[in-house]
């Protein structure tokens, strides 16, 4: 079965991924845990479910930054890769920017719009 494969890693290349098929969702979020974890404004996620996505090199170091919640990243050099709550159990959700190719995952959507810093705009895409 010939499946689309996307291909990601960190600023190292320590942590190595890959995932097939589509995500089942995209979009930024605005929280405060994000931005702390990342630096940056705002983050952006693409979503699928565990089976979809397999780690190929190091594994990842966890931080559980609230009750249930597990952000992953390079031990070596830092960089911010993933998401795991209990509330999305069979979800993985990966940084876009952890991707080879993050234009492949545009934003659709924005999550916690009430964190979000005043000065930041973002033009959404139209929706698929
Ligand atoms: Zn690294
Ligand atoms: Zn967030």
Avoid: N
């Avoid at 974890?37 to 930054?65: C, I, K, N, W, Y």
């Avoid at 993985?92 to 979000?116: I, K």
């Amino acid at each position: 079965m010939s499946e689309q494969t996307h291909t990601g890693r960190c600023l190292c290349g320590a942590v190595t991924f890959e995932v097939s098929g589509p995500a089942k969702w995209t979009g930024y979020c605005h929280c405060h845990s994000c931005r702390k974890h990342t630096g940056a404004p705002v983050s952006a996620f693409a979503g699928f479910e565990r089976d979809q996505v397999r780690m190929t090199g190091q594994p990842l170091a966890r931080f559980a930054s609230s009750p249930g919640v597990q952000r992953g990243f390079c031990a070596r050099c830092g960089s911010t890769i993933s998401y795991e709550g209990e509330r999305w159990p069979s979800e993985f959700h990966v940084h876009v920017g952890a991707f080879d190719r993050p234009e492949d995952f545009a934003p659709t959507g924005q999550g916690f719009p009430e964190e979000r810093i005043a000065w930041l705009h973002l033009e959404m895409p139209a929706p698929p």
